[in-house]
């Protein structure tokens, strides 16, 4: 059974209610769930962590190694700053899979820019919850 970390970043917990017209209306309770279906679907074990935190989503990835297959991330507004957060994912030996609810490159410019990408193995976005799905299959396929 392959076994998956999924990260949510920072004011992820707040989704539902926060900036609806942008995210909508689903909370990430909800989102949880619909990893889990998928996972039970393929066979998975998730670990879902969320925080606001930098340093804590470091950690996070760097005990990842021993216990987990691989990372399923969405590092929210780190995702255009964190040199930290991608020097972390570089340093894994675990393959990883970003994902955004929004379009990123369809916002404002300084969302457009993503220092997670190019260590990751690949990037869904723009599909709402979906999203989070999707990545999580194209993660499972990866590394079966
Ligand atoms: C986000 C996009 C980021 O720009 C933003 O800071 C978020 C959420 C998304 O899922 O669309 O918090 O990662």
């Given at each position: 059974?392959?076994?998956?970390?999924?990260?949510?970043?920072?004011n992820?917990?707040?989704?539902?209610?926060?900036?609806?017209?942008?995210?909508?209306?689903?909370?990430?309770?909800?989102?949880?769930?619909?990893?889990?279906?998928?996972?039970?679907?393929?066979?998975?074990?998730?670990?879902?962590?969320?925080?606001?935190?930098?340093?804590?989503?470091?950690?996070?990835?760097?005990?990842?190694?021993?216990?987990?297959?691989?990372?399923?991330?969405?590092?929210?507004?780190?995702?255009?700053?964190?040199?930290?957060i991608?020097?972390?994912?570089?340093?894994?030996?675990?393959?990883?899979?970003?994902?955004?609810?929004?379009?990123?490159?369809?916002?404002?410019?300084?969302?457009?820019?993503?220092?997670?990408s190019?260590?990751?193995?690949?990037?869904?976005?723009?599909?709402?919850?979906?999203?989070?799905y999707?990545?999580?299959?194209?993660?499972?396929?990866?590394?079966?």
């Amino acid at each position: 059974m392959k076994r998956i970390l999924i990260i949510h970043g920072p004011n992820l917990d707040r989704l539902g209610t926060r900036e609806p017209q942008v995210y909508g209306k689903i909370t990430l309770k909800e989102i949880n769930a619909g990893l889990k279906k998928v996972a039970a679907k393929e066979k998975a074990r998730l670990v879902i962590a969320q925080s606001n935190h930098e340093g804590e989503i470091v950690d996070l990835i760097g005990k990842a190694a021993e216990k987990f297959d691989g990372i399923l991330i969405n590092p929210a507004a780190y995702t255009h700053t964190s040199v930290a957060i991608r020097d972390a994912l570089c340093a894994s030996s675990l393959p990883a899979v970003e994902v955004h609810l929004s379009n990123i490159y369809s916002r404002e410019e300084f969302r457009q820019k993503s220092l997670i990408s190019p260590v990751a193995k690949g990037t869904v976005l723009g599909f709402g919850p979906k999203s989070y799905y999707l990545g999580l299959e194209a993660l499972l396929d990866l590394i079966r």
